[in-house]
């Protein structure tokens, strides 16, 4: 979601509008240096989420079942005040109201559903990446009946206040209109917005470069490679589970995974993952990178062998697009949403099935020839959504957001 933002803004600056443009970001840190250029104005956001802030704090002190009953408690205490009206008492959607006004803005861009969103009065715009809250309900990132409502909350309420919303396909817009059509969403606010490769990844990596990053990382001549956090739903577990019934047929790929593994989730996640190496004698096969830092990665995806990426989550994934990019055979899930979006230019396994990851791994590793077909895919796939697409769709949603909110006033000035 983070290169998801980055890349709108480096297109919203490339297309150089004759609109203010002002972002909005918790640090001024958080912002890219080069996009610290004078071509926008960044303002910190202020600490205004009490509960958040509270719960991080007892977080850091009490187990994770206590913090939510207290958060529960909180939540409770905090909506029962503000719906009898107490003095003294303001809701964050006020202060969020009061603090915004000051910046007299027209139209506010949410790359991630956010319950700010909905609280300033200002009309917006909102990025949807996933339902998979309500298509798989079960998943382990879900567990926790806090969660799930936490992020309802905020997709209902996105969803039915945006002017716009932003998906990443078609399938993306089915899910918002099955899911939440409910809301008065209207079919043709709901606009596909597919992602491109993240901006530092567009050139290819000089021979020196790729050599000096294997040398940094201590990587192996040849590896699959997967970038992404240590959630449950990317299931790393099933790929360590792939290598071990690889092993025994004297089949002994690399790993290299590169991702954050912060919070108690995602650390257990790991933990289980090298556990399972460990038990099916693969642990010298993987490498764990931890959080790469974007100027590696372009060297990390052409030293790879093929990209591994059995997740759960769709319609979309952006390192497919990226892997393209690097010339990698893709190895993917069998899924509603990733199908449309590899089409022919991927190996399709079953991301419940180590066996079936197993034999994608080894289709790809074996076969020269089905390599070479998936890489012209690849190349097929990228050619029919160029950069300059990507420009003129995000063009195209900030302008129909623009005529929204023109016609939405001059109704409202109609009415007086």
């Not at 074996?366 to 769709?393: C, I, M, N, P």
Request: net charge negative.
């Amino acid at each position: 979601m983070y290169q998801y933002s980055i890349s709108f803004l480096h297109a919203v600056r490339e297309l150089d509008l004759d609109d203010d443009v002002m972002v909005f970001a918790p640090s001024q840190d958080a912002v890219p240096d080069d996009l610290q250029d004078g071509s926008f104005k960044v303002v910190t956001l202020p600490v205004l989420d009490r509960l958040g802030a509270a719960r991080r704090m007892l977080g850091r002190v009490l187990p994770p079942a206590v913090v939510t009953r207290i958060a529960r408690l909180l939540k409770s205490a905090r909506g029962n005040a503000a719906e009898a009206g107490r003095s003294g008492v303001m809701s964050d959607s006020a202060a969020w109201r009061e603090w915004f006004s000051q910046y007299k803005l027209d139209l506010l861009v949410f790359t991630v559903e956010n319950d700010i969103a909905f609280a300033t009065g200002i009309p917006f715009v909102v990025s949807i990446h996933d339902l998979q809250h309500k298509l798989q309900p079960d998943l382990p990132e879900f567990a926790e009946e806090s969660d799930w409502e936490r992020r309802e909350y905020r997709m209902r309420n996105a969803i039915a206040g945006a002017t716009l919303v932003l998906v990443d396909s078609e399938t993306g817009k089915e899910d918002v209109l099955n899911c939440y059509g409910d809301t008065g969403v209207e079919p043709d606010a709901v606009m596909p917005l597919p992602s491109a490769p993240a901006h530092y990844l567009r050139g290819v990596p000089s021979t020196d470069e790729r050599r000096a990053v294997a040398r940094r990382y201590s990587l192996p001549n040849d590896y699959l490679f997967y970038p992404a956090q240590f959630w449950p739903h990317k299931n790393h577990n099933r790929i360590v589970e792939a290598l071990g019934m690889l092993a025994r047929e004297g089949m002994r790929p690399h790993l290299v995974l590169a991702g954050s593994k912060a919070g108690s989730l995602r650390e257990r996640t790991y933990a289980e993952m090298m556990e399972t190496a460990i038990a099916l004698g693969v642990s010298e096969q993987i490498r764990y990178l931890g959080y790469v830092p974007d100027e590696d990665m372009a060297a990390l995806y052409a030293g790879a062998g093929a990209l591994v990426m059995p997740t759960f989550f769709g319609p979309t994934n952006i390192p497919v697009i990226e892997a393209w990019h690097f010339d990698l055979p893709v190895i993917t899930s069998d899924l509603r949403g990733i199908r449309e979006q590899v089409e022919d230019a991927a190996v399709l396994v079953d991301p419940e099935s180590s066996a079936s990851i197993a034999e994608g791994i080894r289709r790809v590793l074996e076969d020269t020839a089905l390599r070479t077909e998936l890489v012209a895919s690849g190349h097929k796939q990228l050619a029919a959504y160029t950069h300059e697409d990507y420009l003129a769709r995000v063009a195209q949603v900030l302008s129909e957001a623009k005529q929204r909110i023109e016609a939405a006033r001059a109704r409202e000035g109609g009415e007086r």
